[in-house]
C-alpha cells in the first residue's frame, strides 16, 4: 500500500517550471505495448524523475508528437515529470498492469507537468501498475510529491560561472529543506547537457540516498543547461 509520510512536505508554490500551460479540452487514450518483460518484486523505494525540456526538445521543435511539450503553443516548460517509479533492490518492477487504463479525463488533469499523453499513460503501465492498483491513486501520489517541492531557478542557474552537477543539486537542496544532496540524482547526456533530476525516495516517500545508477554524475563533473535559445 501506498503511503505518503505526514503528507510529505509542506506545500509550495511551483517556480515557473510550465508557463501559461492550461489543460487540453480532449485527449485521446493511447495504446501502449509493453517493450520488455513483466518484471515483480517487493518495492524498496522510489525514483521521481524531472526531465529538462529545453534539452528533450532541443532537436524536437517540429515534431508532431512533441508538439504540446516542443512547440511553445501550449506554453513554455522548464522541469516536467517524466515518471515516478517505484524500486525493487538489484531490479526493478516493470509491466505489472492488471488494472484499468487511466481515463482521459485523468491524462489530461497532468499535462501541464507531464506534458503528453502518450507518456502519462506509459508511465501508468509500465510503473505504477507495479506500485497501485489505479492510475488514479498514481497520479495522486506524483502530483502530490511534485507540488511539495520547490523547484529552483535552473534558467538563472544555467548562467553561472563554473557550472557543476554539484551545483545543480546544491541548488536544490539549498531550496528544498530536508533534502540532501546524495538524495538528488543528475543525469548529464554525453556533451555534459543536464538531461534529467531523479529523485530518491525510501519506502515512506521520504528522501534517501540515492544508489549510483540512479546517482548519475559525481559533484565535480562540469555540466551545462540548456535555456532553449
Not at 115 to 136: D, E, V
Not at 138 to 159: A, C, H, M, N, Q
Not at 180 to 192: M, P, S
Request: charged fraction near 25%; hydrophobic fraction near 35%.
Amino acid at each position: 500500500m501506498l503511503t505518503l509520510a505526514g503528507a510529505l512536505f509542506p506545500a509550495a508554490p511551483l517556480a515557473a517550471q510550465h508557463y501559461q500551460c492550461k489543460t487540453p479540452r480532449q485527449v485521446q487514450v493511447p495504446n501502449i505495448r509493453p517493450d520488455g518483460p513483466e518484471r515483480r518484486s517487493a518495492v524498496t523505494g522510489y525514483t521521481l524523475a524531472l526531465s529538462w525540456s529545453p534539452e528533450f526538445c532541443k532537436l524536437r521543435e517540429g515534431q508532431s508528437r512533441h508538439a504540446r511539450q516542443c512547440s511553445g503553443r501550449s506554453g513554455l516548460f522548464g522541469l516536467v515529470v517524466h515518471g515516478l517509479w517505484p524500486e525493487g533492490g538489484r531490479s526493478w518492477p516493470q509491466w505489472c498492469a492488471t488494472g484499468p487504463r487511466p481515463l482521459a479525463r485523468e491524462l489530461a488533469a497532468n499535462m501541464c507537468i507531464s506534458p503528453s499523453a502518450a507518456l502519462l499513460a506509459r508511465q501508468w503501465a509500465k510503473h505504477g501498475s507495479c506500485m497501485t492498483r489505479k492510475p488514479t491513486t498514481y497520479f495522486k501520489v506524483t502530483r502530490i510529491l511534485w507540488e511539495g517541492l520547490r523547484i529552483p531557478d535552473y534558467d538563472r542557474i544555467s548562467r553561472e560561472d563554473d557550472l557543476t552537477a554539484g551545483t545543480i543539486r546544491t541548488r536544490f537542496v539549498d531550496a528544498n529543506p530536508g533534502w540532501t544532496r546524495d538524495a538528488v540524482g543528475v543525469r548529464l547526456n554525453v556533451h555534459g547537457w543536464l538531461e534529467e533530476l531523479r529523485l530518491c525516495y525510501d519506502k515512506r516517500f521520504m528522501p534517501r540516498a540515492c544508489d549510483a545508477r540512479r546517482y548519475g554524475a559525481k559533484d565535480e563533473t562540469k555540466a551545462k543547461i540548456w535555456r532553449g535559445l
